[in-house]
């Protein structure tokens, strides 16, 4: 893999990049399989972290084995790659597709941390193809 210690250097000038903390509330459903807490998508930006409380409900699509659950952990966050982590690497960093599902059991909580560059700031990819 070519090494460019470049790749995160901003080109825009000072504008400052974006976050965005998103509150995610799932409550409690009678019957899960009828219901979905969140659609099947990829984010949209750069890097999510997301801390998902001791409740499970977040899962990703991977490859022949489908839905996969993501086990919540103590004390971790899950790193989600983003769509313009994808476009900047050329693929390299795959964009995940995630939901999240609903149980009868619990209400679930979720915060995601959404991080990107500034709204205007034009994306290409910064490695080339092999
Ligand atoms: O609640 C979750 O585990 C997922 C939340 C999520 O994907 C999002 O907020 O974009
Ligand atoms: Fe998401």
């Not at 390299?92 to 979720?110: C, D, G, M, Q, Y």
């Not at 700031?121 to 910064?126: D, F």
């Amino acid at each position: 893999m070519r090494e460019d210690v470049k790749w995160f250097k901003p080109n825009n000038g000072s504008k400052p990049p974006q976050a965005l903390l998103q509150l995610n509330s799932y409550p409690v459903c009678p019957d899960p399989s009828r219901a979905m807490g969140l659609a099947p998508h990829t984010d949209s930006s750069l890097l999510t972290l997301l801390y998902q409380s001791n409740t499970s409900g977040l899962q990703v699509l991977h490859g022949n084995s489908g839905w996969v659950t993501v086990p919540p952990l103590a004390g971790a966050l899950v790193v989600n790659v983003g769509d313009l982590m994808h476009i900047l690497s050329n693929g390299r960093f795959k964009t995940t597709l995630h939901r999240a599902v609903v149980n009868k059991a619990e209400h679930r909580i979720s915060v995601a941390y959404f991080f990107g560059p500034s709204r205007d700031a034009k994306i290409s990819p910064l490695i080339e193809v092999d």
